[in-house]
């Protein structure tokens, strides 16, 4: 009874330490700061389902985005909005979904606290926007095929039964989506293979670069395995992952 509750304390502690090695790094700023600006929209219209975008010049480090402080603010209301941010394209969207914005208002956009992986924050970015109706919503399904085609040089190394560190690109939804990375930087344990919505939280998005938290050699297509793919290529994939990493039924059942 009494090893057995010593045993079970031993675990608790060892829980905890690795709980607290998950936290991300404090929030001290290094000077220097990342520059950034909003490019779209770029008249100040906001489509009332619509989000910003916000070019960045660095690869910003996902941990800093949790607590970032986000907001959009119209007199005394304030909305809180989600942060997500492209490495491909190096574009943060500001996105203040579920919430529908009131064409009847103008709002303030206020983003400061991101930081890239060496610790430089990003310049504090406030922006005004004017409201208008709904956009059409975008596309989905046609997104997977040009996915199919990226991953195509890939499955040389990443298919079947043998595939590199049991990621198989043609079974996305069992060996990616969701899935924690085999080898992984210490100090990014939030990252998956695959994250639905957040390609900043993707490895696979770090390892198709050869830049950020990535352990091992970067990923590029079967004729040449380190050299990574265009960028277009890789924004493909990051778009496809933003509008929450889609997979049609027909394509893999
Ligand atoms: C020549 C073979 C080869 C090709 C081509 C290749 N990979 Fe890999 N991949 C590997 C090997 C080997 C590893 C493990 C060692 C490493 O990461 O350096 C790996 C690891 C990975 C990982 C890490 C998985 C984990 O669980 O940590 C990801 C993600 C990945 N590859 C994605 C890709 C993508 C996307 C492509 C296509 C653009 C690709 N790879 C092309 C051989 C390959």
Request: net charge negative.
């Amino acid at each position: 009874m009494r090893s057995s509750t010593s045993c079970t304390r031993w675990w608790l502690g060892l829980f905890f330490v690795a709980v607290s090695c998950d936290l991300p790094p404090p929030s001290q700023a290094i000077e220097g700061s990342v520059a950034a600006r909003v490019v779209d929209p770029s008249d100040g219209i906001l489509p009332r389902n619509g989000s910003v975008a916000i070019a960045v010049g660095g690869l910003l480090d996902p941990a800093s985005l949790y607590g970032a402080d986000a907001l959009l603010r119209s007199g005394d209301r304030e909305l809180g909005i989600v942060l997500r941010f492209d490495p491909a394209t190096r574009v943060l969207i500001a996105d203040p979904a579920p919430a529908l914005l009131d064409p009847e208002l103008d709002y303030t956009l206020h983003v400061a606290g991101p930081r890239d992986f060496e610790g430089r924050a990003m310049e504090t970015v406030e922006a005004r926007f004017r409201v208008v109706r709904d956009l059409a919503a975008p596309e989905r399904d046609a997104d997977f095929e040009a996915v199919t085609r990226v991953f195509e040089g890939c499955r040389g190394c990443h298919e079947g039964p043998t595939a590199a560190l049991g990621l198989d690109v043609t079974d996305l939804r069992r060996t990616a989506i969701g899935v924690r990375p085999s080898e992984i930087a210490a100090s990014q344990s939030s990252l998956r293979i695959i994250e639905p919505g957040h390609p900043e939280r993707s490895y696979l998005v770090y390892k198709m670069l050869g830049e950020g938290p990535i352990v091992g050699a970067p990923m590029g297509a079967i004729e040449a395995p380190d050299e990574p793919l265009p960028r277009a290529a890789i924004a493909t994939i990051t778009r496809w992952i933003a509008r929450g990493a889609v997979i049609p039924d027909p394509e893999q059942p």
